[in-house]
Structure formats: C-alpha cells, structure tokens
C-alpha cells in the first residue's frame, strides 16, 4: 500500500452542500436499513454490511434524508478486530495529472445497539481495480464529535486514473477497538479553480486598461504571452489565458475573451417638450448612446441621479440634465414642459330639496367632455335624492376638474285631516289641514285651510309651505242610511254539518233570539231564527225558518296493509254521489298504491258526508345483483338491503349481509315492518386468478424471430403493456413481459430474449480449378457443427479434378455455432481447354478450322492466340479464337507441317491468367 503526501485543511463549520458530479449517490441518500449500504454504495469487506443511517441512530443528516453509518470492531465482537468499508465507482474517472478537492461531512456516535462506541478514524482510497485499496488518499484524524464536522483534502492521481473510491472506518487506537462513524454530504471539485470572468466588452478611457487577476493564492503563473505576473494588464483586444500552479503541483487554466471598442462621443435623447395639466405627474427620461458606461446624471433643481424622474407640473418650465460617463466626458439635453390650467367648475354650495322635489344640477358649459358619479355625461344631472353628488369636466386640451356637493332634504310637513270616519245621513263633518301654509288645494279646487263634507266619499288636500315644499292628505267619509237587512229564504241543512247565519257585517250590534250579540250564529235544530241589528243610524230585523235533514253515513274501513300483489276495493255503500280524493265519481276504487283514500258521498238531500282510510302497500325488493362470480381465495359480500325487521339465507343466518367464497346458489327471504315478505337469489361461480410462467431467458438468432404464447384462458392479454393477441412475434432482442388479466388478479412475468448474432462463414470468391491444382474450402474455426454439401463434417473441403461436378460446381457448408446456423456457398469450375491437334483445310468443311471446343470454353473472359511455324515465325494471331483458324496466312493456305501455338487465357471474375502450349498438325492444304 503507498500512502501520498496530502495537503489536508479541516473546517469546523456545519452547513449543507449539493450533490458531487462525479459519484452516483455522494449523499448516500436511500431507505434507512441496518446491514445495507446506501444505492450506488457496495461492501467490500466479507464480514458486515455498512447501515444506511437513521435507522439505528438518531443523528440528523447534514444533508438530504439519509447517510452512511461504519463500524470498526474490537476483540470481543462476534468478527473480532474487523472494520467495514463501502465502494462506488466514479461516473467521471478521476485522471492522471489532474487534481481535485474532496470535501466530506463526518460525526461520531458513542452508542450503537447497545454497544459502546469509542472515537475513531476514516480512511478514503482511490484504485483502479474493483475493491483493492491502492492509494491511501487521506486519513482522518481521530473522529469524537457527534456533530457533523466538514473536511477538505486534495487529490492528485499520479500513477493510474481513479475509478472507485473506497472509504473504511479504522481504530484510533493503537489496539483495536470498537467505534461507530458518520458520513454525508461527498462533494468533489477539480482543484485548483480560477475564474477569469465572463467574456467582455468594454470601452477603456484615456490611459485606462483592463487588469485581469486569476487570484493571489497560487505559486506560479503563466500567461498567453509567456508573463509571469500574478495579474495581466489588458489595453487591446484579443483572446488572454492563464495557468497558474499551486504548491503541490496541480495546475489550472482559464480563457477569457476581451473585446476593446473605441470610444463614440455620447448622444442623447430627450422625450419631447411636451403639454401637461396642472398637477399631472410626468415622467422625463434622458437616454444615451455611445461614451463609456456606467453613466452619472444630474438633473438641475432636482435632487434625483437616475436617468429618469418624476415632476408634478404646476408651471412651465424647462428641465436640464448633465450626463456623464465612465470616461468623464459630458453632454447636457433639456425638455420643456409646458403647464396648461385645469377647468374651473362649481356646482355651487350645498342645498336643501323637498322630499317630493327635484333639483338640478348644472356643470356650466364650454367643456370637452362630462362625467358625473352616475356615469352620465351631460352637462346638467337632474336629482330628486338626497346625497353626495359630483362631475369631473374636461377641457378641450384634456385637463380635468371635479366638483362635488352635499344635497340634503327640508323637513316633512306634518299634515294630518284626520281617520276615516262614519256619520248618519244629515250629518256634516269639517277637516282642518291646519294653519300657517303658503296654499291649500282640496279635492275640489277649493282653497281654505278647512273643508265640511255631508256625502260619502274620500276627501283630500295638498299644502304648501314657505320652502314650496308639498303635503298631500287623504280621508274617507261615510254617511250612513238606516239598516235594511236578510237573513234570506227560509232553508234547511243536514245534520252534523256546522251551518250559520248571518245578516252581514259592518254593523254596530246584534240580538239574536237568544239574545247572543256575535255577527254569526250556528243552528244546531230545526226552528225559527231572528236578529236585531243597529248600525248607529237605526235598526232592522228578520227571521227565517231553518229544516234538518239528515247526513249520510261512510265508513272505508280502518286503516290497513297490502302486501306483494294483493289489492282492496273500496266500497263506501249506495248514495246519489261519490267524489274521491282523485275526484273520480264511481261508486268504488281500487286501491294499487300505498295512500290516503278519501271519498265524499251525497244522499238524496244533498248532505254530505266524507271518510278516509291510509293504505299501506308493501312488496319488499330484495337485490342480490345479477349472477356473478367469486375468485379463490377471496370473498364477495351480498347485502339483502337495510330496513328490514328479519332476514333468512338459504343455510339458515339471519344477518344483513352473507359472506361467500364458494360457488353456489344463493337466496335470502326479509320480512319488513309492516310483516311483508321479499325474496332474493343469486347463481356464483368459482374463478382462479391467472397463473404461468414465460419460462428462462431465451435467445434467437439475428434475423430470425422467436414467438411467445400467452397460456389459454379467458383472460386480457397485454404484451409489454399493450394488449394483444395469445402470441407476440419477436424480433429484436430485449426484456418482455406478458399480463394476464381477468376479473380474479393481474399477473405479470417477464423474460429476456437475447439476440445472438449469426455465426460468420465466408468461403470467398468463386474459383476456377486447374487440373492437377486443388482448392482448399476453409469453413473457418470455432463453431460448433460443420455440415458441406457432401454431408461430411470436418472444418475445410478439399477440391480437386477428381471429384468436382461439372454439372453442379457448387460447394457449400453449414455451420453451427450456439442455436444459430450460417452458410455459405462457392462457385468452382474446372479450367480445362480443348485445343485439336489436327485440321485438315481443303475446304470439304470437315475440320477445316483450328478452333476450340466451346463446350470447355466456359469462364473465359478474354484471350489470345497465337500460331508459330517451325521457324518461330508468327503465322497468325486472334483475340477470337472462339471463330478459328481456317489454315490460311495472308490469303493462302499454309504448306502442310508441324505447327506450335500459345494461348494466353483470362478466366474468371478476377481475370485469373493462364498460359497454354501444344502442336497443331495441318495436313490437306492445297498450297
């Protein structure tokens, strides 16, 4: 193990910080668990798995939910003097020559599951290799506070690029012992960081310049123009760069893009002179091009530095503005603001109107526009309220003005001519509207402050007083005559039946025969009847003889209850009339609904009589639902329904509710309060819940397919969650899942299906055999079966003369690697010219051309001919050998003899050459 010289800084400071880029889970953020590691963290030690904290610990993180916890053990553990360590590779490989900042949050705990913890250390180390602890990269010192406490140190990788980090906790002590670490919150930084700034563009001043400085803490520094300064002074454009070294070694860089314009005189821009309303407030602005930012501005006589300010215009005037910027160069703008007067308007002081007057108020005229609080826009508002009223006016250059004023009401004038009043005929009656009125006009046009009425009617009068306000009072006179009055005809009425006389209202007093004062009397027997009335101007009596007749008697019977189906005729008994409560007329009605019944009946003396009876129908529901089923192993509860007094299932409970689990038929009888009866029944099947398996992992072969079948059953079918048929056709390799479903579960299983690519076979081009030659077919190495076309099994094929096939050159093999099976087929023809030995040119057309057998002459692609006489000398030459040679040389025919020849043959796709000799004997020729 080599252990690195580190630079190592501590902070006291608690605080949080974000995720690091480089590791998967640097807050070793999980579900809190004894004996499992934070995801993306795994154990490299054999003994214990490191916590994933709070589970057992109560320290809160120092950042996000959650953190690690690691053990180190003393001699009486049950893995003596052991420790545990966690690993996780680097997203980003920390790389040679580079260095980093490692920055931890790191507590102690003194209990543990009852075990006493002592302080301890924690190692950190950087390797390439999966769980082998290569370099130390830092060591802790010894960690005895239960608060989180932050760390730094540096890494530089020398010798290999980090891919894992592996942190332990280790004793403090010189023996071991056992101790309980913390850990949060990883943060890694490529170290040493700089920072140039963004790119810019600026304006330097006269004698100004740009001084870039990377920072003051580094022990060297290198920049574009090979200067050595800390700082760099920038007075043009260009393209600027430092590194800078710290004293351990690591080095960083930084760019920085720096545009330097040059300098444009300023130009300004003001908002208009402009037209305002007394009091308006306006904005002013001054904007400005070019110079050099930032710019300062002085506004005269206001106390304001901004670009733009606020006034509240009262007079005209002009306002003045020194702009000056970055360089100290100025320019001055101003705007005049010209103040045009508001409307003047007055609505007057505020006044008192009549209750039932009217007033109206006038805004005067010349103005744009009006607006009063009602939103009309007249120039004049008409009231008869009282209350706060108002207009604004605006004049013809938009400025406004508003009034307002209070209208209130006089007070209402207190006229009263008196109530309404009875007096006998000959009788008069004065009304006094009372004195002190500006003008009285009565009923009758008349004018005093009295009026005397003698004649029945409604008399009026309407005051006026000092304010012209008005009054109006009303009365009503009656004069009466002596009484007259009828008790009518003389009459009978039926039994039973309240019936009263009565000489009609209004009347001072009455005396009935047996001296009872009331306006009405009741006759309860057959006699003689009279009354005395006196209405204050006199009396008057009469008399009428009343008969009894007697009333019918009804009875519909007591109130009763129908259940299910059954019905009730109501029968009230024989009468001259009937009218039941639906005002139908027959002599009977039959009950079907649960109600009030309710007749009235008439007999021959027109009397009356009615009963009533309440009827009850009652046909209890009992609804188990439709025919169902019920899945193993689960349970469907039926309800026959609430309100009933009993209940009765078909196995003899008396519950509300029935579980079942089985199939069945199911019933229920209920009886309801009023002791009717209802019954229900249902049919249950058992079902199972779907259940398969889609076997192991699977393969096929690169264009093929591989087909899985969903079992049989009536369920949905849904492959990789879309539904589908019972088989799914694969063509690409991945994970698949099938669910099934049906009313009892949903179940899904899931299987790989890998695609294994087709073993690679190539017998090359096809080829052209010599004779005498062999050719050599190589399958290739490392498959599983070879099978070539003759059935043999080896992993080549020779091919000669001897065995090929000039009716079928085809060679091909199969090969077997895995599941997969490949071929690959050749083309080998056997190159074999005939050529004759002999021609005879005399011209009787038998074998009179040197030519060769085109039957043999497949392949050839291009070729020469060449002739020679025993001499060497050339007798003829052809590219088309193919038409021969008919014996002749420049027009005559050959002398007979020995002749030699060349062939030069191109055969085959890749012009393979082959050069051919022989004799040819010419005999016949006639020269």
């Known amino acids: 193990m080599r252990i690195r010289g580190i630079s190592i800084i501590f902070f006291l400071n608690i605080y949080t910080v974000g995720l690091s880029q480089y590791l998967a889970n640097p807050s070793f953020e999980g579900t809190p668990i004894h004996d499992y590691p934070p995801p993306g963290w795994q154990t490299c030690g054999t003994y214990s798995t490191p916590d994933t904290q709070p589970e057992s610990v109560f320290q809160p993180p120092s950042d996000g ?55 301890s250390i924690a190692k950190f180390y950087g390797t390439d290799e999966d769980c082998q602890k290569k370099d130390l990269l830092w060591g802790s010192p010894t960690i005895g506070t239960e608060e989180w ?47 140039l700034g963004n790119d810019t563009t600026l304006i330097l001043c006269e004698n100004d310049s740009l001084i870039l400085d990377p920072g003051s803490d580094f022990a060297e520094y290198l920049w574009q123009d090979g200067s050595v300064n800390p700082t760099f002074t920038v007075d043009t454009t260009g393209v600027y760069w430092v590194e800078v070294t710290t004293s351990d070694g690591c080095s960083a860089i930084d760019t920085i893009n720096v545009t330097v314009e040059e300098y444009i005189d300023m130009v300004s821009e003001m908002i208009d002179s402009t037209l305002v309303c007394e009091g308006q407030e306006i904005d002013i602005w001054i904007s400005v091009l070019n110079g050099a930012e930032p710019y300062s501005y002085e506004w005269t006589n206001l106390p304001d530095t901004t670009e733009s300010v606020t006034i509240i215009a009262d007079t005209t005037m002009y306002y003045y503005v020194v702009v000056t910027d970055n360089c100290g160069m ?16 007055d609505l007057g002081n505020d006044t008192l109107i009549c209750i039932d007057g009217s007033y109206t108020l006038d805004a005067g005229s010349g103005f744009f526009g009006y607006l009063w609080q009602d939103g009309s826009t007249g120039s004049t508002l008409e009231i008869n309220q009282p209350g706060l009223y108002w207009v604004q006016v605006t004049s013809l250059m938009g400025c406004t003005s508003t009034d307002s004023i209070q209208i209130d009401l006089f007070p209402a004038i207190p006229l009263d001519i008196g109530n309404d009043t009875t007096l006998c005929e000959g009788e008069t009656v004065t009304f006094n509207a009372g004195e002190g009125f500006v003008d009285y006009i009565w009923q009758d046009s008349s004018s005093d402050s009295t009026f005397t009425a003698s004649t029945t009617g409604t008399y009026w009068v309407t005051v006026t007083d000092d304010n012209g306000c008005h009054a109006t009072d009303t009365v009503y006179a009656s004069f009466l005559s002596p009484p007259e009055i009828s008790l009518g005809s003389d009459t009978s009425f039926c039994s039973g039946i309240d019936f009263y006389l009565t000489p009609g209202s209004g009347f001072i007093s009455y005396s009935w025969q047996d001296s009872s004062t009331s306006e009405y009397y009741q006759v309860t027997e057959e006699g003689l009847y009279y009354v005395t009335v006196d209405n204050g101007c006199g009396e008057d009596t009469d008399s009428v003889y009343v008969e009894e007749n007697p009333s019918p008697e009804v009875d519909l019977g007591n109130d009763t209850t129908l259940c299910g189906n059954e019905s009730l005729m109501l029968e009230p008994g024989s009468f001259d009339s009937y009218l039941w409560q639906d005002n139908s007329t027959y002599p009977f009605y039959n009950v079907t609904n649960t109600g009030v019944y309710s007749v009235e009946v008439t007999n021959g003396y027109n009397c009356a009589a009615s009963d009533e009876i309440y009827v009850i129908i009652s046909n209890p529901q009992v609804n188990l639902g439709d025919s169902s089923f019920v899945c193993d192993g689960e349970s469907v509860v039926l309800d026959a329904g609430g309100g009933f007094a009993s209940y009765l299932w078909q196995d003899g409970s008396t519950n509300q509710t029935y579980t079942v689990n089985t199939a069945g038929t199911y019933w229920v009888t209920v009886i309801d309060d009023v002791e009717c009866e209802g019954y229900g029944e249902v049919n249950f099947d058992l079902r199972y819940a779907p259940s398969f398996d889609l076997g192991p992992d699977r393969g096929f072969c690169s264009g093929d397919t591989i087909v899985l079948n969903a079992p049989d059953g009536d369920y949905g079918i849904y492959w990789n969650g879309e539904p589908g048929n019972s088989s799914y056709v694969i063509s690409q390799e991945g994970e698949y899942t099938l669910s099934l479903v049906n009313e009892c579960d949903s179940v899904t299983d899931e299987i790989y299906i890998e695609e294994y690519p087709l073993p690679y076979v190539d017998l090359g081009e096809d080829q052209v055999i010599f004779p005498g030659d062999e050719i050599i077919l190589d399958a290739g190495e490392g498959f599983d079966e070879y099978v070539w076309q003759d059935g043999s099994g080896q992993s080549y094929y020779v091919v000669t003369e001897n065995n090929i096939d000039a009716e079928n050159p085809y060679y091909y093999v199969e090969v077997t690697q895995g599941i997969c099976k490949s071929t690959d087929t050749v083309k080998i023809e056997l190159f074999e010219v005939w050529v004759p030995k002999v021609i005879t040119p005399n011209g009787d057309d038998i074998n009179d051309v040197f030519l060769p057998d085109l039957t043999k002459w497949q392949g050839i692609n291009k070729h020469e001919m060449i002739v020679f006489n025993r001499w060497g000398e050339k007798v003829w030459e052809s590219t088309d050998f193919e038409s021969g040679w008919d014996g002749k040389r420049n027009g005559r025919y050959v002398s007979e003899g020995t002749y030699f020849w060349v062939l030069e043959v191109y055969y085959g796709p890749e012009l393979t050459k082959q050069t051919l000799k022989g004799s040819l004997s010419v005999l016949g020729t006639n020269d």
């Open 330 to 345: 100025t320019v001055i703008d101003s705007v005049k603001i010209v103040v045009v007067e508001n409307p003047e308007i």
């Open 65 to 119: 939910n959650s953190y690690l916890g690691m053990t180190c053990r003393g001699p009486d553990a049950w893995a003596p003097n052991t420790w545990e360590d966690v690993q996780a590779e680097f997203l980003i490989p920390l790389s040679v020559d580079s260095c980093y900042r490692f920055q931890i949050d790191l507590s102690y705990e003194d209990e543990v599951l009852l075990y006493n913890m002592l302080p």
């Open 149 to 195: 406490v932050t760390y730094e140190f540096n890494i530089h990788p020398q010798d290999f690029d980090y891919e894992y980090l592996i942190i332990e906790t280790y004793y403090a002590l010189e023996n071991p012992h056992w101790g309980y670490l913390l850990y949060d919150n990883i943060i890694i930084e490529p170290y040493p960081l700089i920072d």
